[in-house]
């Protein structure tokens, strides 16, 4: 069975903090994506990582893919309130397939 | 703005009602997907039509109806639906071959079933 843990599911961080969301993914895929929903919204995509050692940053946030051990990390940087939403890490496969995402981590930066 | 369009963006209807969600895509994608999210849960699939034809359907009640006319258009045909069919339906495309480009998600329908 497919199946992707993230953790944790809930996050509170105050403002300037630095924190780590984890992905586990439990197959073979061949790319590991990253999404963000504010309540009510749809999907926004925040990273796309391809290869073993992949690290990709935007703003505050880095996304890293370590394929060995089956792992996505988003790293979090010097939180603003800006940041709280929810994030999905998902994985994908070749071909014309659907996502298959994890729970997601709901977080809220707090002052 | 998303690239990927859905209409209506809230819709309530009763339980006998038939109404239609549609989804609109130009950028050229052959694969497209309808998610049904609940509060505070991932999206999950519910149907995949890949070059126009269903590809996956993960036995989803015939209550929905999918229907693709044409490789820019995705339609859900809803009847009968039931209380806990409530709901947040995304929309979403991709293309095989763009392994760097993610699913692109619509802003979904907002579904109320009274």
């Known amino acids: 069975e497919l199946k992707v843990e993230q953790n944790p599911l809930f996050l509170s961080m105050q403002e300037g903090k630095n924190y780590t969301i984890y992905c586990n993914y439990s197959?073979?895929?061949?790319?590991l994506y990253w999404y963000r929903q504010d309540p009510g919204k749809s999907l926004e995509s925040l990273f796309v990582?391809?290869?073993?050692?992949a690290v990709k940053q935007e703003g505050r946030l880095m996304a890293s893919l370590d394929t060995k051990a089956r792992l996505s990390t988003l790293h979090i940087t010097a939180a603003v309130h800006d940041l709280s939403a929810t994030y999905f890490c998902?994985?994908?496969?070749?071909?014309?397939?659907?996502?298959?995402f994890g729970k997601g981590t709901r977080l809220s930066v707090i002052a | 703005d998303t690239e990927v369009t859905q209409t209506p963006k809230h819709l309530v209807m009763g339980m006998t009602n038939k109404k239609s969600l549609k989804c609109e895509q130009h950028?050229?994608?052959?694969?497209m997907y309808w998610y049904k999210q609940k509060a505070k849960k991932p999206p999950e699939l519910m149907f995949v039509?890949?070059?126009?034809?269903?590809?996956i359907n993960e036995s989803v009640p015939s209550r929905f109806s999918p229907e693709c006319p044409n490789s820019s258009l995705l339609n859900l045909h809803l009847h009968a639906l039931q209380p806990e069919d409530s709901a947040l339906y995304l929309c979403?495309?991709?293309?095989?071959?763009?392994?760097?480009?993610?699913?692109?998600f619509g802003d979904g329908t907002r579904l109320s079933i009274l």
């Open positions: 979403a495309s991709s293309q095989e071959g763009q392994r760097d480009q993610p699913q692109h």
């Open positions: 197959t073979t895929s061949d790319r």
């Open positions: 990582l391809l290869s073993n050692g």
């Open positions: 998902a994985e994908g496969f070749s071909g014309n397939t659907p996502l298959v």
């Open positions: 950028m050229g994608h052959r694969a």
């Open positions: 039509y890949s070059y126009e034809k269903l590809s």
